[in-house]
């Protein structure tokens, strides 16, 4: 069992940065992949990032490619988004996910429940 709990969004102007957090509990954390998520109003939601167990491997999607950086610290059962150059169409609910490290949200066994991300243009 993994539980999550996202914080660090807000609001913020266009060509600001913020971070988002995910806590995690639960003993298995430091053997499962982590993946960000977002859902706009009106969308469907869909893949941001992700990170292996080690953190030795990274994916990203493609229009936050370079933008974002996703990180883990395990010792601090952490994982973190940190967002540059936020448009106004990063606006959205993200989400911390557990699970296989896929772009596939399927994938993903267990869920935060989402922090608010809005940029002002």
């Known amino acids: 069992q993994v539980q999550l709990v996202e914080s660090g969004g807000g609001l913020v102007q266009a060509g600001g940065s913020l971070r988002l957090s995910c806590a995690a509990s639960g003993r298995t954390f430091s053997r499962v992949a982590m993946g960000w998520f977002r859902q706009a109003p009106g969308k469907e939601r869909e893949f941001v990032a992700a990170i292996s167990w080690r953190g030795g491997r990274t994916s990203y999607a493609g229009p936050v490619k370079g933008r974002f950086t996703i990180s883990r610290d395990n010792a601090k059962n952490t994982v973190y988004l940190q967002m540059n150059s936020l448009k106004s169409e990063d606006t959205a609910v993200y989400y911390c996910?557990?699970?296989?490290?896929?772009?596939?949200?399927?994938?993903?066994?267990?869920w935060g429940q989402g922090t608010q991300v809005t940029v002002s243009s």
């Open positions: 996910a557990a699970g296989s490290g896929s772009y596939l949200d399927h994938e993903y066994d267990y």
